[in-house]
């Protein structure tokens, strides 16, 4: 009796510890399973598995080179990493390097998802024919980079992006320099030039440009420079004691005693630039950039008269039809009968200089 007593005891105590057992350490390992039994367990017990479970792995870690991860166990060892701040002491399967790597991955799969979803449609596709007048400008103007196109079309009411126009420049122009080739100057102004032999002579240009506005007030060309000269000039430029309250000049000796009564008459504060500044007068100087680069450096100048001329053109072109950067590409005199927001009418153009640019209007239908 108390032998089978025994026995059934013994039978129900085994089959608990069973039970126990796979409570503790059930036949197919969850992490998360494993991980809430682990809440029982005193930190003792832990650590003392923790370093048999670690020792179990270097002597794996000698027979097995390369284990294979799935993907989810992959985005699980990502996970905790960024919750443990010694993951690199306790990665042992993998380098730190792979782990780093699998971790760009996710990212970079996370906003490729996001991305895609959250894609919004590109810039609609521009019409045949402004194509066809961007190539247009490109092949008449061989000077024009993207942004002075981009001028001229907002002046016609078309707004193109840089990117746009540079990639359909590229596909009428030849790879080299965009400067005018000298059988180009010769067929836009073989009615105009003489061939001749002469000795050429130095002549100086005097410009007073509004900064606001850019607007060129008034030019002048000489051969002799003098104060009495500059002195004329300024007083044709404030007719009626019209005058600006300040002038910016460099500290040129020909502006002289003449000069300044004139500015003082006509109560001009007279602003002298710093020593090696050039920047101080930056608009002016850019200006003469721009008349050097776009309008003298094409022409064989003959005479003070045929520079005067020139000039003339080319300010009367800047002032009434060139859009300019510095004033988000605006007309510094902008005609009344000029809407650069109308959208209709054929695009007709004019030459300037002699075909050197070209100033494009809509007619109206």
């Not at 992959?74 to 380098?95: D, G, H």
């Not at 836009?188 to 061939?195: C, E, L, V």
Request: proline share 5%; charged share 25%; aromatic share 10%.
């Amino acid at each position: 009796m108390i032998s089978s007593l025994h026995q059934c005891l013994g039978n129900i105590l085994n089959a608990i510890a069973q039970h126990i057992q796979r409570w503790v350490k059930p036949t197919n390992p969850s992490l998360f399973a494993d991980a809430a039994s682990d809440l029982t367990r005193s930190k003792a017990e832990l650590v003392l598995e923790n370093a048999f479970l670690r020792q179990q792995l270097i002597v794996l870690n000698r027979q097995v080179k390369r284990p294979a991860l799935k993907p989810h166990e992959r985005v699980l060892l990502v996970v905790l990493t960024s919750r443990l701040r010694s993951w690199k002491q306790a990665l042992t399967i993998v380098q730190p390097d792979t782990l780093l790597r699998w971790h760009r991955d996710l990212y970079r799969w996370l906003w490729k998802r996001k991305s895609r979803k959250r894609k919004q449609p590109g810039r609609p596709p521009i019409s045949k024919e402004i194509v066809a007048l961007i190539q247009r400008m490109a092949r008449e103007n061989r000077t024009w980079g993207a942004k002075r196109i981009r001028g001229e079309l907002l002046k016609l009411g078309m707004r193109v992006a840089k990117s746009t126009i540079q990639r359909y420049i590229k596909q009428v122009r030849y790879p080299g320099s965009s400067q005018q080739t000298w059988w180009t100057f010769i067929h836009n102004h073989t009615s105009k030039i003489w061939a001749c032999d002469i000795l050429f002579r130095a002549l100086f240009g005097f410009v007073i440009i509004e900064l606001r506005k850019r607007r060129i007030v008034h030019f002048g060309v000489t051969r002799h420079p003098t104060d009495k000269w500059l002195a004329q000039q300024l007083r044709e430029a404030t007719p009626f004691s019209a005058g600006p309250r300040f002038l910016i000049r460099d500290n040129d000796r020909k502006y002289g005693a003449s000069f300044s009564c004139v500015a003082i008459g006509t109560g001009i504060d007279v602003l002298h630039t710093p020593y090696r500044a050039p920047k101080a007068n930056a608009i002016c100087e850019r200006f003469l950039g721009s008349l050097r680069r776009e309008c003298l450096d094409h022409f064989i100048i003959l005479s003070e008269r045929h520079l005067y001329h020139i000039v003339k053109e080319y300010a009367r072109y800047f002032n009434y039809a060139r859009p300019h950067q510095g004033i988000d590409q605006q007309i510094p005199c902008q005609p009344a009968c000029l809407d650069m927001s109308a959208t209709d009418g054929q695009v007709v153009s004019f030459p300037v200089l002699g075909g050197l640019h070209r100033d494009y209007q809509r007619r109206a239908a």
